[in-house]
């Protein structure tokens, strides 16, 4: 049994909302994620999948600690040593920075278009004051080679790159440091499909390599089939599915998840759509009492709307948080395509 590297436990962040005017009252608070937990192994892949909103991209980025989390605690162990990451003073955090990083979803705006990709790949090194003269240079070239770019486009700035080639620029400036965890945020939704492949394939190619373990966040559930090892279900801020890749697509538990699934295309127009989830996602400002997807779901009880389901072992490898396992029966299983 392999140790992980990343533990998460009861991650939240909350945002407070202010009233207009000179005092700027507290008047809420918006729960973007609200006691999220799960592991990651070294030389994992867990996709972390929902509709936009479900609070994704504020948890890695709390988990990163490029936000402050309200409450919770995030473990990285590096070495033999555990480090809590979200309450550790940042002079300490600056010091295993080179260890996480991350690829951002847009490769356009995550280039600063001023510099060359020579500056922009190397910049870490120089930051962290791990490489300089020539050996930064050899270093910046043979990164580019490993992504599949040429030593000459060091000299080149991010306007001369298409899409993909300008996301293999950010995995190489995040790869330059030898991290043990990386955290890819949607790293090909704005890539055109025909590229989404190569990358995805170059990050397999690089974790083998590297060693790497990858939070990777997505809502392309047939990106996420194909690199992802377990996948987790993100709803309003809470967890709502945990489960190996394989079982999640051909079994899927939760309601919610069985909707996302029905939701990806299919191509041959005999297939409808199973089952289409109605309405949008819960408000963090103002989310439901209960199960947050109650009011969507077509399995809704009177419990749902009075009690919150928490995440709980299905069986050796499967959480689910539904009240349909506390005594009552399972949806059915929709086999997926």
């Known amino acids: 049994m392999k140790e992980s590297i990343l533990e998460v436990r009861n991650l939240c ?10 005092f700027q009252r507290v008047t809420g608070t918006a729960k973007a994620v609200d006691g999220v937990s799960f592991e990651l192994t070294q030389g994992e892949t867990l996709g972390l999948v929902g509709e936009s909103g479900s609070g994704k991209t504020t948890a890695v980025r709390s988990i990163l600690r490029a936000l402050r989390p309200t409450s919770g605690q995030v473990f990285f162990r590096l ?10 003073k940042e002079r300490r955090l600056k010091r ?16 600063n278009p001023r510099m060359t990709v020579g500056g922009i790949v190397g910049e870490p090194l120089v930051i962290h004051k791990v490489a300089k003269g020539s050996e930064l240079k050899d270093r910046i070239a043979e990164m580019l080679v490993k992504v599949g770019l040429k030593p000459h486009h060091a000299m080149r700035y991010p306007h001369a790159f298409s899409g993909g080639q300008r996301q293999r620029i950010g995995i190489a400036r995040a790869l330059i440091l030898h991290p043990a965890l990386l955290v890819a945020d949607e790293p090909v939704s704005a890539l055109d499909v025909s590229v989404q492949a190569q990358v995805i394939n170059l990050l397999a190619d690089l974790q ?20 992802c090892k377990r996948v987790a279900v993100m709803y309003a801020g809470r967890l709502v599915e945990v489960a190996p890749t394989d079982n999640l697509f051909d079994s899927p538990q939760h309601p919610y998840t069985r909707g996302l699934l029905s939701a990806v295309p299919y191509p041959d127009p005999d297939v409808k ?39 709980s072992c299905l069986s050796g490898t499967r959480s689910v948080a539904c009240h349909l396992y506390n005594g009552g029966s399972p949806p059915t299983s929709v086999p997926h395509h």
Request: with cysteine.
């Open 96 to 111: 295993l920075r080179p260890k996480m990083q991350m690829v951002f979803q847009d490769p356009f705006s995550s280039l």
């Open 208 to 227: 083998e390599e590297f060693h790497l373990a990858i939070l990777f966040v997505a809502h392309d559930l047939a990106v996420v089939k194909h690199i």
């Open 79 to 88: 070495n033999g040593v555990t480090h809590d990451l979200a309450t550790m």
């Open 273 to 311: 759509m199973r089952f289409q989830i109605p309405g949008e996602v819960a408000d963090p400002t103002s989310l439901p009492s209960g199960c947050s997807f109650h009011p969507r779901c077509p399995n809704r009880s009177e419990m749902c709307s009075s009690f919150r389901p928490e995440l």
């Open 13 to 22: 962040k909350y945002f407070p909302l202010h009233c207009k005017g000179f």
